[in-house]
């Protein structure tokens, strides 16, 4: 589990004309030239959400689609965020209706063959606390690192993580985050370039993404499974 695009198994795809509707989705309309792959429940800065995974040619950003659609922005977006895949950008929105819907699709999707991730909450939820960040708790209890602040958290069945932004570059919040597992007792190594991945027996492992961001950087904690 990496992204809210892999929180499932993509067992179901079912095709759909342009801006159809969406079953079980409190009628919201699917994107044009996507296929609905998947669905599944996912808690977001500690409100449920129902969440739709679909594929295919995404025509523009997640902004345009949602004008199309008539949605409105609701807080600010978070790009630049890493993942085993490359960069993801995320967006809020209202439907007009109350209701809070989150889109999350790859920065580079446009034009291509790629997926778009949709939640419906069952409430508003808080996206930043009195400190200036996303409610939550950092994964499998993993000590904050970089001096971070942290943008958005996700919990489900079988996993957990949490986005990050921090002043200091990627590379150095790679070494921090190395230095401080090992020192409780994890065995880390590079799981791919600008990546960790972390085991320690009878614990989730933990897969810390980093990227370089115009400020500074944005990182990536998630804690999937448990080691034997």
């Given at each position: 589990m990496t992204t809210v695009a892999t929180l499932a198994v993509l067992t179901?795809?079912?095709s759909a004309d342009a801006h159809s509707r969406i079953s079980g989705a409190g009628n919201l309309?699917?994107?044009?030239?996507?296929?609905?792959?998947?669905?599944?429940?996912?808690?977001i800065n500690g409100v449920r959400a129902r969440?739709?995974?679909?594929?295919?040619?995404?025509?523009?950003?997640?902004y345009s689609y949602a004008g199309e659609v008539g949605w409105k922005p609701a807080g600010r977006p978070i790009r630049g965020i890493p993942t085993?895949?490359?960069?993801?950008?995320?967006?809020?929105?209202?439907?007009?209706?109350?209701?809070?819907?989150?889109?999350?699709?790859?920065?580079?999707?446009?034009?291509?063959?790629?997926?778009?991730a949709m939640a419906l909450f069952e409430r508003k939820p808080e996206w930043m606390d009195g400190r200036g960040e996303a409610?939550?708790?950092?994964?499998?209890?993993?000590?904050?690192?970089?001096?971070?602040?942290?943008?958005?958290?996700?919990?489900?069945?079988?996993?957990?993580?949490?986005?990050y932004s921090s002043h200091?570059?990627?590379?150095?919040?790679?070494?921090?985050?190395?230095?401080?597992?090992?020192?409780?007792?994890?065995?880390?190594?590079?799981?791919?370039?600008?990546?960790l991945l972390a085991v320690r027996r009878g614990e989730p492992s933990v897969a810390l993404h980093a990227r370089d961001s115009a400020d500074g950087s944005r990182f990536l904690i998630i804690a999937s499974g448990r080691e034997q």
């Open positions: 179901l795809s079912l309309p699917l994107p044009a030239g996507m296929q609905k792959m998947t669905e599944g429940s996912v808690c969440y739709f995974l679909f594929k295919g040619r995404i025509s523009g950003s997640i085993p895949d490359g960069g993801m950008e995320l967006g809020v929105f209202e439907d007009g209706g109350g209701r809070m819907i989150l889109l999350c699709a790859p920065e580079d999707s446009a034009g291509g063959e790629s997926w778009l409610p939550g708790h950092e994964p499998a209890g993993v000590p904050r690192i970089a001096a971070s602040r942290r943008l958005l958290h996700l919990s489900g069945d079988g996993f957990e993580a949490a986005w200091a570059p990627a590379a150095s919040v790679l070494a921090e985050g190395l230095a401080v597992l090992r020192s409780r007792g994890w065995t880390v190594s590079p799981a791919r370039e600008g990546a």
